[in-house]
């Protein structure tokens, strides 16, 4: 099982992060995800999940995510991330700066049924914004 999870979650980041597609997000979340770290107005569920996808995907179209590490326990995957890509169209009302961006981040999945139901994530998002020079070093 804990490889299975793992498994899962590595085809998650390959179909949906590096090969974009959003038409696959339902392969691998439930319609009743619980997102504990959801961006203020994203809904929750498939949608929440379609929405935040498409948003990012638009701001950084050429998103990356490298898989540092994986590790399972019991039906939870955790996974330390970087991601990384070139901002090209706006992103939180920040309009394009044509800059390359790379942040590390912390997922947590919570997996039953071959779906993830719950999702938890922090990354360096203050970075982030300092490397679009829209906040000072």
């Given at each position: 099982?804990?490889?299975?999870?793992?498994?899962?979650?590595?085809?998650?980041?390959?179909?949906?992060?590096?090969?974009?597609?959003?038409?696959?997000?339902?392969?691998?979340?439930?319609?009743?995800?619980?997102?504990?770290?959801?961006?203020?107005?994203?809904?929750?569920?498939?949608?929440?999940?379609?929405?935040?996808?498409?948003?990012?995907?638009?701001?950084?179209?050429?998103?990356?995510?490298?898989?540092?590490?994986?590790?399972?326990?019991g039906d939870k995957?955790v996974a330390r991330?970087?991601?990384?890509?070139?901002?090209?169209?706006?992103?939180?009302?920040?309009?394009?700066?044509?800059?390359?961006?790379?942040?590390?981040?912390?997922?947590?999945?919570?997996?039953?049924?071959?779906?993830?139901?719950?999702?938890?994530?922090?990354?360096?998002?203050?970075?982030?914004?300092?490397?679009?020079?829209?906040?000072?070093?």
């Open positions: 099982m804990l490889e299975q999870n793992k498994a899962l979650y590595r085809r998650w980041v390959e179909e949906i992060l590096k090969k974009k597609d959003l038409g696959a997000i339902e392969q691998f979340v439930s319609p009743t995800l619980v997102d504990h770290d959801a961006p203020p107005g994203f809904p929750q569920g498939l949608e929440g999940v379609r929405q935040l996808l498409s948003a990012y995907l638009v701001a950084f179209p050429d998103l990356d995510a490298t898989i540092e590490d994986l590790i399972a326990e995957v991330v970087t991601y990384s890509g070139t901002h090209k169209g706006d992103f939180m009302g920040i309009a394009p700066t044509g800059k390359r961006i790379t942040t590390k981040g912390i997922e947590i999945v919570r997996i039953t049924g071959d779906k993830v139901v719950e999702h938890w994530e922090s990354f360096d998002m203050l970075g982030m914004m300092q490397q679009l020079g829209v906040v000072p070093k």
